[in-house]
Nanobody, 125 residues
Framework: QVQLVESGGGLVQAGGSLRLSCAAS????????FGWFRQAPGKEREFVAR????????DYVDSVRGRFTISRDTAKNTAYLQMNSLKLEDTALYYC??????????????????WGQGTQVTVSS
């Protein structure tokens, strides 16, 4: 089993930056795909970004493309989400996800096997 713990959330002003971390344990980090999802109050969980097992392929939801960057550090068993030019609509609880094999489309939350508890990101004006 893979255990995931997110950190790095907090309050930030619009236009600012924040980096989220996802510390993984229990399995070889490099053998899993990792993704980030977010959920705002009253809304369904939505896909934000994903990175392949090798780290060579990344994908983003249109609303964050060019502002957010997903990465991974195999030596530290950690995935990251660098968030720049933050907007009010980025406010949400951010979750890290992992899977050996994505069961369907990676942009669907049900396709992923493991989840962290989430870290809150709040963007203010």
């Amino acid at each position: 089993q893979v255990q995931l713990v997110e950190s790095g959330g907090g309050l930030v002003q619009a236009g600012g930056s924040l980096r989220l971390s996802c510390a993984a344990s229990g399995r070889t980090f490099s053998t899993y795909q990792f993704g980030w999802f977010r959920q705002a109050p009253g809304k369904e969980r939505e896909f934000v970004a994903r990175i392949s097992k090798s780290g060579s392929t990344t994908d983003y939801v249109d609303s964050v493309r060019g502002r957010f960057t997903i990465s991974r550090d195999t030596a530290k068993n950690t995935a990251y989400l660098q968030m720049n030019s933050l907007k009010l609509e980025d406010t949400a609880l951010y979750y890290c996800a992992a899977a050996d094999t994505v069961r369907g489309s990676y942009y669907s939350s049900v396709a992923w096997s493991y989840w962290g508890q989430g870290t809150q990101v709040t963007v203010s004006s």
